[in-house]
T-cell receptor
Framework: DVKVTQSSRYLVKRTGEKVFLECVQD?????MFWYRQDPGLGLRLIYF???????EKGDIPEGYSVSREKKERFSLILESASTNQTSMYLC?????????FGPGTRLTVT | GENVEQHPSTLSVQEGDSAVIKCTYS??????FPWYKQELGKRPQLIID?????GEKKDQRIAVTLNKTAKHFSLHITETQPEDSAVYFC??????????FGQGTELSVKP
């Protein structure tokens, strides 16, 4: 059974803190993605990776970075969290075509 | 870059009626068009997809149509049921696995 997990379901951080969101998939997928989901804006791509140690910017990469040291793990980093980064963050993985999503992390930055 | 527009943003129908959600895309090189359903508090899940070499695809009560010339594709749900209530997202892809999503449609099916 396909499985994508994220490190936290809910997270509350203070402005200026460094935040790590982790995503792990057990399907040996090459591709991994980070999205943020905001009402009325759909799913917006932050970063993606087609292979270990590879990363590419999505549509809204500002304020974020990523790390992919192992094939199964893709981390999203907020170097200095700001209140406008309060959102739902979704990770996904794919081989080709269908993307499988994690349960999401609702991040609140105060 | 690729842009996907989705309409309507909200849709309310009576149980048993049909629902139609429409999307347009900008990149003529797009060749893969999935639809995802996200129930409240849950993750998005693929419900149907279509590739550019096909004009229509059907799976029980749901169908997707694609018009490559006009660069739009639509989701059709027939005989709607309350459990169809969810947010639906269309998406388009033209390179590898990267998807560009529409803004989402919140479908409400009233019993």
């Amino acid at each position: 059974d396909v499985k994508v997990t994220q490190s936290s379901r809910y997270l509350v951080k203070r402005t200026g803190e460094k935040v790590f969101l982790e995503c792990v998939q057990d399907m040996d997928h090459e591709n991994m993605f980070w999205y943020r989901q905001d009402p009325g804006l759909g799913l917006r791509l932050i970063y993606f990776s087609y292979d270990v140690k590879m990363k590419e910017k999505g549509d809204i990469p500002e304020g974020y970075s990523v790390s992919r040291e192992k094939k199964e793990r893709f981390s999203l980093i907020l170097e200095s969290a700001s209140t406008n980064q309060t959102s739902m963050y979704l990770c996904a993985s794919s081989y080709t075509g269908e993307q499988y999503f994690g349960p999401g992390t609702r991040l609140t930055v105060t | 870059g690729e842009n996907v527009e989705q309409h309507p943003s909200t849709l309310s129908v009576q149980e048993g009626d049909s629902a139609v959600i429409k999307c347009t895309y900008s990149d003529s090189a797009s060749n893969y068009f999935p639809w995802y359903k996200q129930e409240l508090g849950k993750r998005p899940q693929l419900i149907i997809d279509i590739r550019s070499n096909v004009g229509e695809k059907k799976d029980q009560r749901i169908a997707v149509t694609l018009n490559k010339t006009a660069k739009h594709f639509s989701l059709h749900i027939t005989e709607t049921q309350p459990e169809d209530s969810a947010v639906y997202f269309c998406a388009a892809s033209n390179q590898g696995g990267k998807l560009i999503f529409g803004q989402g449609t919140e479908l409400s099916v009233k019993p």
